[in-house]
């Protein structure tokens, strides 16, 4: 038994070791994968920022000029708004990308000297480049509106930290099971389109009856959405909410321990399959 736990615990600091022992690697996999994505396009990686653009349009437009939605906690809704879309959109592209990683590069999958641990970790990192651009758009719009950036503002950098680790954690998990299992894509892109409108983004915990709120707390991303809107918006410490703080990070945790765990085992076969 305390193999076992000694063995687990391994792993997941492992997992910092292992990104500084090959950042050299990982950062030029990841900017090639991010360059890739959009090579032979007119408008090259102006089309990683049209999507969420777009989409936030559409959501600002339906729920303030169609629904007529106020101003949430006080504040204008299509910044409220931004401020909770931003985490997830980062979170929905690396977890896609991550899930499909080890499919994507089969032909590093095979190679016998390939570290391919690092892979999952690409993927998620690719999708960073646009997640702080977009960040950063959102903070000079807010700034633009009256939101002058104060030191509050600092915490979004742990935040991001959060959201980068919990979806690692998952991307391990199911760039693992997709290679057995590949209508796993399916079931993740799924998830995410339910998980989008489980998460309070686009509407208030507050219109839930109280003593039902908790079973919405029990997302991981609600701790993440919230922490950005009050970074940028709110001007709230982030242990002002220890409780919520403690249980994310044992989500987080658990998380990265059961998806390390089912990578190593399942490693040895992915070559076979793949």
């Known amino acids: 038994m305390e193999k076992k736990t000694t063995s687990r615990f391994r792993q997941f600091i492992n997992l910092p070791i292992e990104l500084v022992q090959n950042r050299t690697l990982i950062g030029n996999l990841a900017k090639n994968d991010f360059k890739t994505r959009f090579a032979g396009s007119y408008l090259g990686v102006i089309w990683a920022f049209v999507q969420p653009i777009v989409t936030v349009v559409v959501y600002w437009f339906v729920f303030t000029v169609g629904l007529r939605q106020g101003r949430p906690s006080g504040h204008p809704f299509v910044l409220w708004l931004m401020a909770g879309l931003v985490p997830w959109f980062f979170f929905s592209e690396a977890l ?11 032909y590093l999958v095979k190679k016998v000297v390939f570290n391919i641990d690092i892979l999952p970790l690409v993927k998620v990192l ?28 600092l915490q979004i950098i742990y935040y ?36 989008m409108w489980m998460t309070p983004i686009m509407w208030q915990i507050t219109i839930m009856p109280e003593n039902l709120r908790w079973i919405f707390k029990l997302n991981p ?16 410490w982030l242990f002002s909410n220890w409780k919520l703080t403690i249980y994310f990070w044992c ?16 490693k040895p076969h992915f070559a076979d399959v793949l």
């Open 96 to 106: 896609n990308g991550g899930t499909n990683a080890l499919i994507e590069y089969n």
């Open 126 to 153: 690719s999708a960073i480049f646009v997640h702080v651009i977009f960040t950063a758009f959102t903070i000079v719009l807010c700034w633009c509106n009256g939101y002058i950036p104060s030191v509050y503002l």
């Open 160 to 195: 991001m930290i959060c959201n980068f680790l919990l979806v690692l954690g998952l991307a391990y998990f199911t760039s693992a099971v997709v290679v057995f299992f590949r209508d796993l894509t399916q079931i993740v892109n799924i998830v995410l389109q339910i998980g």
């Open 221 to 236: 991303m609600f701790y993440v959405v919230e922490g950005y809107r009050s970074a940028i918006l709110g001007h709230q």
């Open 251 to 266: 989500v987080v945790v658990l998380l990265t321990l059961i998806g390390r765990n089912v990578f190593k085992k399942m």
